[in-house]
């Protein structure tokens, strides 16, 4: 099965695909005929995958996993060996890997030469429906999460899921995360008709939890139809675009105190999303109905919320985040069933929280 997918901004695809990995390599050497290359793999995958792929180890600068190796040391990496190899603005960087390898890589492309072509290769659940698409390069900076970055859109997105099967469990939950915070958002999308995803992931649980391909191929091209529905409309996060903030907030916060070990990202918005439920429901944003509806879904996949104790420091962390000010911050806050709305809290509003 084979899905493409159009994001009018920077005119791009995203070709979706349950085909075999070997053929990934003669889709790129295709796509990128007559332009000098670099791979910028994630160790794991060139573990697993380097026979299949058969990447010409000239071309190839394989990074270490974690969100630690999100930093400028690697980046400079990327950048001396684009020079080294060559590389002008004509040319291109393919990024096989997670949200970290996906982000640093583009990030390199986006800053090379002002600009040079690059290729997003994501190989996690939580890369496919997120980080891939829709241009967000980054790196972290004093353990600041994506601090140091820029709106780049990539040259086009080659998603095959049989990357899944080899995915772990921690892995493919923390993909879950994201998938699931579609469902809280969908109706703020503005995508062309309703896809029910709240209503086909409440059904499907099981079907998920075996990683069923056709339902994962499904989950990730309604994910993928919201999230280019809201670039389009608003590709450098002006207004539209924050809502896929939705338990970031908190997240990202959790992610740095834990010193990016304790939780994966997905892991970390799936509390943020717990809290901010809670928080709704307490200011009467949403219904109980509504509140034990979404909860009961992120219980059902597995995901337990673990309440944020007062005193837990986690408010510094979150005066950190690129959505503070110093008046206060920004929250994605559910309104009513599959829609968010933005709220500003001041920073006396936010302590008493923790």
């Known amino acids: 099965m084979r899905q493409e997918l159009d994001v009018e901004v920077k005119d791009y695809k995203i070709i979706i695909t349950d085909d075999e990995i070997s053929k990934l390599i003669d889709e790129l050497g295709w796509f990128t005929d007559g332009q000098k290359r670099l791979f910028v793999i994630s160790e794991r995958v ?8 058969n990447i010409d180890k000239s071309e190839l600068l394989v990074l270490k996993d974690g969100e630690k190796e999100k930093n400028f040391k690697n980046y400079i990496k990327i950048l001396t060996k684009a020079e080294e190899l060559g590389l002008r603005r004509t040319d291109v960087i393919i990024a096989i890997g997670g949200g970290v390898i996906g982000d640093i890589a583009g990030f390199a492309a986006a800053t090379y030469m ?15 429906v997120d980080s891939s698409v ?6 972290d900076l004093g353990g600041v999460k994506n601090i140091v970055g820029a709106f780049y859109q990539p040259k086009r997105v080659y998603i095959y899921t049989k990357f899944l099967e080899t995915l772990d469990k921690r892995q493919f939950f923390s993909g879950m995360g994201e998938v699931l915070k579609y469902a809280f958002i969908e109706d703020n ?3 062309k008709h309703p896809l029910y ?26 994910c993928l139809n919201l999230k280019i529905a809201v670039v389009n409309q608003d590709e450098k996060e002006a207004g539209l675009r924050k809502i896929l903030n939705l338990g970031h907030t908190i997240g990202h916060a959790l992610e740095a105190k834990g010193n990016f070990r304790k939780y994966t990202h997905g892991e970390a918005v799936v509390q943020g999303i717990f809290f901010i439920m809670n928080y709704a429901y307490s200011k009467g944003y ?10 009961e879904l992120l219980e059902k ?10 005193g ?34 001041t920073l006396d509003e936010v302590s008493s929280l923790f």
């Open 286 to 295: 949403i219904t109980y109905s509504y509140y034990r509806l979404s909860t």
């Open 197 to 222: 995803l709240f209503e086909y992931l409440t059904l499907s649980v099981d079907k998920f939890l075996n990683k069923d391909s056709m339902t994962l191929m499904r989950a990730i091209e309604y």
């Open 46 to 53: 060139y573990k697993l995958y380097n026979e299949v792929l």
């Open 134 to 139: 829709g241009g967000k390069t980054a790196i």
């Open 114 to 128: 002002r600009g040079i072509d690059y290729i997003q290769v994501p190989t996690t659940l939580l890369s496919m």
């Open 301 to 310: 996949y597995g995901f337990k919320s673990q309440i944020v104790k007062k």
């Open 312 to 345: 837990s420091e986690l408010l510094k962390f979150i005066k950190r985040d690129k959505k503070a000010t110093s008046k206060g911050i920004s929250f994605i806050v559910p309104s009513n069933k599959k829609r968010v709305k933005e709220i500003n809290l």
């Open 189 to 191: 999308c503005g995508y």
